[in-house]
């Protein structure tokens, strides 16, 4: 039975250049290393008017029941300025216990290790009452339309099982053991826009300015206390992130002011819920100042939770005992393709340390990845008792 080297593995998986949604090869491949280990493998393209085509790969060992799977992305972020890298980010190198490339932390490694625990487990146990399967998107930096979500989709279609998922996102701020994510706050996004009456800004009577209205009603949404938080979400939170106002002359009343919003809201809330709060400020304040508005709303998530069980337990209890740490379990942080997986699956997510993602000179500690192929292997080992 072949065994993989998860370092060897994630230097050959970051050497391709997969930014979203660009696979590389990539896939290809991931699904030629799975293959040597005996999965029926296939490589699903989505395609939908507007957005990129997209690879994704499903891959299944075993017919039976329970089936663990493993998911998470091979895509990565743009490197930005090559030359501020210490190295060229996709020609991976170690330096000192590093290893150093794009995708090195999120979250390629995280899927050589994924690969490598299966090929150790396989190794020692031909034979096992279930299956593994692997989940693999290259749209999850993206717009994470033609990925994961799609993935779930063909799945359901086909009528594929899937008992437990693992994600293997990195989901600990700066120690490998600190952190298991057992679900992710919800995420709405607000593109509203006021549209008022232009004008001479000498006569202020004989118009109507949408910025007046707009600044009313991010007041009032800034004050909402939507609430404080459960035992295991922190609040709700709104935040602005865009405010414009497209007016080259100092002399003139706008004819319209658009605003941008986010609100990351925990399980009290549904996305229609917080709709159906936010129409209502909406509709009073544009009455009262005469004005129109408009909203386009995109939701990336709705807020889930994964109760504990006896696997959550029993993967807590494997990565105390090879980190040393006893992990916290929480639901921090932004969206990830967990929230598509938990229609079809129980689903946590635990992977490296996610300190430097995204950044320059993005990183893996060697040490860590290999503990955290331990700790994949002996849940596979636990699992299939």
Same mark, same amino acid.
């Given at each position: 039975?072949?065994?993989?080297? /998860?370092?060897?593995?994630?230097?050959?998986?970051? #050497?391709?250049?997969?930014?979203?949604p660009?696979?590389?090869?990539?896939? $290809?491949?991931?699904?030629k290393?799975?293959?040597?280990?005996?999965?029926?493998?296939?490589? =699903?393209?989505?395609?939908? #008017?507007?957005?990129?085509?997209?690879?994704?790969?499903?891959? $299944? %060992?075993?017919?039976?029941?329970?089936?663990?799977?493993f998911?998470?992305?091979?895509?990565?972020?743009?490197?930005?300025?090559?030359?501020?890298?210490?190295?060229?980010?996709?020609?991976?190198? =170690?330096k000192?216990?590093?290893? =150093?490339?794009?995708?090195?932390?999120?979250?390629?490694?995280?899927?050589?290790?994924?690969?490598?625990?299966?090929?150790?487990? %396989?190794?020692?146990?031909?034979?096992?009452?279930?299956?593994?399967s692997?989940?693999?998107?290259?749209? @999850?930096?993206?717009?994470?339309?033609?990925?994961?979500?799609?993935?779930? /989709?063909?799945?359901?279609?086909?009528?594929?099982?899937?008992?437990?998922c693992?994600?293997?996102?990195?989901? +600990?701020?700066?120690?490998?053991? /600190?952190?298991?994510?057992?679900? !992710? !706050?919800?995420?709405?996004?607000?593109?509203?826009t006021?549209?008022?009456?232009?004008?001479?800004?000498?006569?202020?009577?004989?118009? *109507? *300015?949408?910025?007046?209205?707009?600044?009313?009603?991010?007041? @009032?949404l800034?004050?909402?206390?939507?609430?404080?938080?459960?035992?295991?979400?922190?609040?709700?939170?709104? @935040?602005?992130?865009?405010?414009?106002?497209?007016?080259?002359?100092? *002399?003139?009343?706008?004819?319209?002011?658009?605003?941008?919003? *986010?609100? !990351?809201?925990? +399980?009290?809330?549904?996305s229609?819920?917080?709709?159906?709060?936010?129409?209502?400020?909406?509709? $009073?304040?544009?009455?009262?100042?005469?004005?129109?508005?408009? =909203?386009?709303?995109?939701?990336?998530?709705?807020?889930?939770?994964?109760?504990? +069980?006896?696997?959550?337990l029993?993967?807590?209890?494997?990565?105390?005992?090879?980190?040393?740490?006893?992990?916290?379990?929480?639901?921090?942080?932004?969206?990830?393709?967990? $929230?598509?997986?938990?229609?079809?699956?129980?689903?946590?997510?635990?992977?490296?340390?996610?300190?430097?993602?995204?950044?320059?000179? /993005?990183?893996?500690?060697?040490?860590?990845?290999?503990?955290?192929?331990?700790?994949?292997e002996?849940? %596979?080992?636990?699992?299939?008792?």
């Amino acid at each position: 039975m072949t065994v993989f080297n /998860e370092i060897k593995l994630a230097k050959e998986l970051i #050497k391709y250049p997969s930014i979203t949604p660009i696979d590389a090869g990539v896939m $290809r491949f991931l699904e030629k290393k799975l293959k040597k280990l005996g999965f029926k493998t296939k490589i =699903i393209e989505f395609k939908e #008017k507007n957005f990129k085509p997209v690879k994704n790969l499903y891959a $299944r %060992l075993g017919t039976k029941g329970p089936n663990f799977c493993f998911a998470g992305h091979l895509d990565v972020v743009p490197p930005g300025n090559v030359k501020n890298w210490s190295v060229n980010p996709f020609r991976p190198s =170690i330096k000192k216990g590093y290893l =150093i490339g794009r995708g090195a932390n999120d979250m390629k490694s995280s899927i050589a290790a994924f690969v490598s625990a299966v090929s150790c487990f %396989l190794s020692k146990k031909k034979k096992f009452n279930g299956s593994l399967s692997f989940l693999i998107t290259g749209d @999850e930096e993206g717009d994470a339309v033609n990925g994961t979500k799609k993935v779930v /989709e063909y799945l359901i279609r086909k009528r594929e099982k899937i008992n437990f998922c693992l994600v293997g996102e990195p989901t +600990n701020p700066n120690k490998l053991g /600190e952190m298991i994510k057992i679900g !992710r !706050r919800g995420s709405i996004t607000g593109n509203l826009t006021i549209s008022g009456v232009q004008g001479h800004v000498a006569y202020p009577d004989r118009a *109507n *300015n949408p910025s007046t209205t707009i600044v009313k009603i991010l007041n @009032e949404l800034k004050k909402i206390k939507f609430d404080n938080g459960t035992k295991n979400f922190q609040q709700t939170n709104l @935040e602005i992130t865009k405010i414009n106002i497209d007016n080259t002359a100092d *002399n003139v009343i706008p004819q319209t002011a658009q605003a941008t919003f *986010n609100i !990351r809201f925990n +399980n009290k809330h549904t996305s229609r819920s917080i709709k159906r709060r936010l129409k209502k400020i909406f509709q $009073r304040i544009c009455k009262k100042r005469k004005s129109r508005y408009k =909203i386009d709303y995109k939701v990336s998530g709705e807020a889930f939770l994964t109760k504990t +069980n006896s696997t959550t337990l029993m993967i807590k209890k494997i990565i105390k005992k090879v980190t040393k740490i006893k992990p916290k379990l929480s639901t921090t942080g932004g969206t990830s393709d967990a $929230r598509f997986i938990k229609k079809i699956s129980p689903c946590l997510e635990f992977g490296l340390v996610g300190k430097n993602m995204h950044k320059i000179d /993005e990183s893996v500690s060697l040490k860590d990845l290999k503990n955290l192929t331990k700790i994949y292997e002996n849940i %596979l080992q636990n699992y299939f008792r």
